[in-house]
């Protein structure tokens, strides 16, 4: 029985926060955003995470008028943001009704899916954004933090699945952010939870290892149903799997995703000229781009990285980041 692969396109955030540390303005997007909405990608990842904190340090945006231009752009395609659950989008814990409220805004100014995660998987830090997301209608999916570990087990996360479910969340999504998923692991966490639940799952993995596109090809064998990706110039190293890669890995089977390979080359044309401005800038450094197996001991994420690197610099020390 064919099913079809449904894919999130990250070009718009994940992608550019741990490639370049979230740096990629407005106006690098806006051109390139009525094709990306032609193409029938199940969500476009663009909203949340670090996005709202640079567009205001950093990029002198609005990161409301942000999300209002995308949704203008993209009537046809579902946006969808990262929410650290009672954090938000910032670094502290916010009251019920801020968070309340800010769930709100959001949905109005055109957000469709909420990613809501805690990194600690604690259940009580998600309960009122899963609650506020549906109150305005949008699909809440709740995210498994995954880590490794003595205590951090299948049956540990299959737990955490069916808490996730009965919480009231429209789907689930393994978070890999660290790069720590392997293959086979992936096959056999997807497969158990699928059975423990009926809601669907989505896979978020990081190219830091090297391992990302045979995660997604085993937790597509095991039943999967939405996968992470990004468009290939901003694809790899920290980042994610390559969109075109993937839709050509599966086309052609049961799990085809009916993307067009064709139109997409020519959204990767337009990335392809932005990847080569942001390494001139400096923005983007070649260390983000390149494997390094060496994540699955260090474990720091992919998001955290380029991050990481960009302050590094700011202070003279970019030479010790393996140091540190």
Same mark, same amino acid.
């Given at each position: 029985? #064919?099913?079809?692969?449904?894919?999130?396109?990250?070009?718009?955030?994940?992608?550019?926060?741990?490639?370049?540390?979230?740096?990629?303005?407005?106006?690098?997007?806006?051109?390139?955003?009525?094709?990306?909405?032609?193409?029938?990608?199940?969500?476009?990842?663009?909203?949340?995470?670090?996005?709202?904190?640079?567009?205001?340090?950093?990029?002198?945006?609005?990161?409301?008028?942000?999300?209002?231009?995308?949704?203008?752009?993209?009537?046809?395609?579902?946006?969808?943001?990262?929410?650290?659950?009672?954090?938000?989008?910032?670094?502290?814990?916010?009251?019920?009704?801020?968070? =309340?409220?800010?769930?709100?805004?959001? /949905?109005?100014?055109?957000?469709?899916?909420?990613?809501?995660?805690?990194?600690?998987?604690?259940?009580?830090?998600?309960?009122?954004?899963?609650?506020?997301?549906?109150?305005?209608?949008?699909?809440?999916?709740?995210?498994? #933090?995954?880590?490794?570990?003595?205590?951090?087990?299948? =049956?540990?996360?299959?737990?955490?699945?069916?808490?996730?479910?009965?919480?009231?969340?429209? #789907?689930?999504?393994?978070?890999?952010?660290?790069?720590?998923?392997?293959?086979?692991?992936?096959?056999?966490? /997807?497969? =158990?939870?699928?059975?423990?639940?009926?809601?669907? /799952?989505?896979?978020?993995?990081?190219? %830091?290892?090297?391992?990302?596109?045979?995660?997604?090809?085993?937790?597509?064998?095991?039943?999967?149903?939405?996968?992470?990706?990004?468009?290939?110039?901003?694809?790899?190293? %920290?980042?994610?799997?390559?969109?075109?890669?993937?839709?050509?890995?599966?086309?052609?089977?049961?799990?085809?995703?009916?993307?067009?390979?064709?139109?997409?080359?020519?959204?990767?044309?337009?990335?392809?000229?932005?990847?080569?401005?942001?390494?001139?800038?400096?923005?983007?450094?070649?260390?983000?781009?390149?494997?390094?197996?060496?994540?699955?001991?260090?474990?720091?994420?992919?998001?955290?990285?380029?991050?990481?690197?960009?302050?590094?610099?700011?202070?003279?020390?970019?030479?010790?980041? %393996?140091? /540190?």
């Amino acid at each position: 029985m #064919s099913k079809k692969i449904l894919i999130t396109e990250t070009v718009l955030r994940d992608a550019h926060q741990s490639l370049l540390a979230t740096r990629m303005p407005l106006s690098d997007m806006v051109p390139i955003l009525e094709q990306m909405d032609k193409i029938g990608f199940y969500s476009l990842e663009c909203w949340g995470g670090a996005t709202f904190d640079a567009c205001l340090r950093f990029l002198n945006e609005d990161p409301w008028e942000r999300l209002r231009t995308i949704r203008k752009m993209c009537p046809n395609t579902k946006l969808q943001m990262l929410f650290r659950g009672q954090n938000m989008l910032g670094y502290r814990h916010y009251a019920d009704d801020v968070l =309340e409220y800010f769930v709100q805004r959001s /949905v109005a100014n055109g957000i469709d899916i909420i990613r809501i995660f805690d990194a600690l998987n604690d259940i009580k830090n998600l309960e009122v954004a899963i609650k506020a997301a549906k109150k305005e209608g949008a699909h809440a999916q709740v995210a498994i #933090s995954y880590t490794t570990g003595p205590v951090f087990t299948n =049956e540990y996360y299959v737990n955490y699945a069916k808490t996730i479910e009965n919480a009231g969340a429209d #789907s689930i999504c393994i978070k890999d952010m660290a790069a720590l998923l392997t293959p086979y692991e992936t096959y056999e966490l /997807v497969k =158990e939870i699928k059975a423990a639940v009926k809601i669907p /799952v989505q896979i978020h993995t990081h190219y %830091t290892s090297g391992l990302a596109s045979m995660c997604l090809l085993k937790g597509i064998e095991a039943g999967a149903d939405m996968i992470d990706t990004a468009m290939s110039p901003l694809a790899l190293g %920290t980042s994610h799997a390559p969109t075109e890669s993937m839709v050509a890995a599966l086309q052609g089977t049961e799990y085809d995703t009916g993307l067009d390979l064709m139109a997409l080359s020519e959204i990767r044309e337009y990335f392809m000229t932005l990847r080569e401005k942001y390494i001139k800038e400096g923005l983007l450094d070649p260390k983000m781009l390149a494997t390094d197996a060496k994540a699955l001991i260090y474990q720091v994420p992919g998001g955290m990285l380029s991050n990481l690197l960009s302050q590094l610099k700011q202070a003279g020390k970019a030479d010790q980041l %393996t140091a /540190v």
